[in-house]
């Protein structure tokens, strides 16, 4: 492999990427335009996909042969839900709402693949899955950014969080660790990954759809 895993698979991954940048609900993020309920139904659900994506990054890093991974993963697990739990009851008290929400059919989705990777697949593969929601996050984050066409914007504490430095460094970190992984896998187990990888890019096109969409159980 002449690139490191992570970015054969983000090359595969930009023009869901792409797609995700265009969909309304990033739009409005960057012009500030975007509803009050629309956001809080997001945060809401990104609420309950945390409380699960945590208990999945440390089910990995139990798993992981290497202690030094091990312990870097652990800690960038913890740090990075701690951030984002803190970030969302931020806005949550500042916007006073106490509504308990239930996943919807996306975020129940998005979960229950990440576990299934967790429970059925090799380390590799699990940890391929997790990586979209940071690396997605944060080039998301640096697409508002370098976007903003607004000065006031009311959800700039969201994108400070993700378009930062210190972010960054985490996902590189997480990155190096399935590099790592990727470099002693075969070719089969290299595509695996990639295919888990895509997948997971997917859903999180499908999370930010419905949050614009408010999406409800049909029945």
Known sequence: MSKPWSEVAW??????FTKITQHPFIKCLIDGTLSQKQFMFYIAQDSIYLSEFGKVLAGISAKLSDSQQRSALLKFATDTVFV???????????????????????????????????????????????????VIYKKTGDYIVQNQTVQANPYQNWIDTYGGDDFAKA????????????????????QKMTDAYLTASKLEWMFWNSAYELEKWPI
């Open 11 to 16: 090359d595969k991954a930009t023009p869901i």
């Open 84 to 134: 984002e739990q803190n970030l969302h009851n931020g806005f949550i008290d500042a916007l006073k709402s106490n509504q308990k929400a239930k996943a919807t059919p996306s975020c129940m989705l998005y979960t229950s693949f990440l576990q299934k990777q967790l429970a059925t697949q090799p380390i590799e593969v699990a940890l391929a899955a997790v990586l979209p929601c940071f």
């Open 171 to 190: 996902v590189q970190q997480a990155e190096g660790i399935a590099n790592n992984l990727a470099e002693k896998a075969n070719e089969a187990m290299q």
